[in-house]
């Protein structure tokens, strides 16, 4: 079956650096896509990564390992609105999108 | 409108009630989706149409129907609602094709609890 692992919660501090995991195993791999979702809100759209490396955006970046089934949400300099779950989700074979259930991160001051 | 709209925001229902949730888009996006988004789980496709006058099934489309008539709107209705159906539903969107494809726009979400 197809399978994205991520961390269920994570805790870090205002100002410092986090990094979210994802693991996945699908059915064929068309692109990996990071989304922010707010409490009580709908997912919005944060990164896309289909070859292997890193894509900067501003204080987000994101990793790709296509041969090791992995990839990462990098958060620089946090700030207190940064408290959202983050959520993982690869394109398959089928050019379907299958969703992990979610990193919820807690930032405190 | 500017986006997706959803309604209603909140729903309460009794069991064994027809329900529609209404969706509808103003970016004349090709394709749009329902999901369900359940507390531990991660979001899951109900059903999909990648065009006007098509549809297809998700991962958990039982119980649930859905129409294409025109670009803008794809309504979601539960003929017969039971209790396993509570939950918050999220209409998306996408462009079809280069970049867009794929990129969902979101719904703000309908909170259905039936009762």
């Known amino acids: 079956g197809q399978n994205i692992d991520q961390p269920t919660e994570m805790t870090a501090t205002e100002g410092a650096i986090v990094q979210i995991n994802c693991t996945y195993q699908?059915?064929?791999?068309?692109?990996l896509f990071w989304y922010q979702q707010h409490a009580g809100e709908a997912p919005t759209f944060l990164s896309y990564?289909?070859l292997d490396g890193l894509e900067e955006k501003g204080r987000f970046s994101s990793f790709l390992s296509r041969s090791k089934g992995y990839s990462y949400l990098l958060l620089k300099e946090l700030q207190m609105k940064d408290s959202a779950s983050y959520l993982c989700?690869?394109?398959?074979?089928?050019?379907?999108?299958?969703w992990g259930a979610g990193t919820k991160l807690i930032i405190k001051p | 409108i500017a986006g997706i709209t959803q309604a209603p925001t909140s729903q309460i229902l009794a069991a064994g009630r027809r329900m529609t949730l209404r969706c509808t888009q103003d970016?004349?996006?090709?394709?749009m989706y329902w999901y369900r988004q359940d507390l531990g789980l991660g979001l899951r496709l109900i059903h999909y149409?990648?065009?006007?006058?098509?549809?297809g099934k998700g991962e958990v489309p039982d119980g649930y129907s859905v129409s294409r008539a025109n670009t803008d709107d794809f309504p979601l209705t539960l003929a017969s609602a039971v209790p396993s159906q509570t939950s918050v539903y999220f209409c998306?969107?996408?462009?079809?094709?280069?970049?867009?494809?794929?990129?969902?726009?979101f719904g703000a979400g309908s909170r259905l609890t039936v009762l």
């Open positions: 989700a690869v394109r398959d074979s089928n050019y379907q999108l299958i």
């Open positions: 699908t059915s064929g791999f068309n692109g």
């Open positions: 149409s990648n065009t006007a006058g098509t549809t």
């Open positions: 990564n289909v």
């Open positions: 970016m004349r996006h090709n394709a």
């Open positions: 998306a969107s996408s462009g079809t094709g280069g970049a867009g494809a794929n990129v969902l726009t």
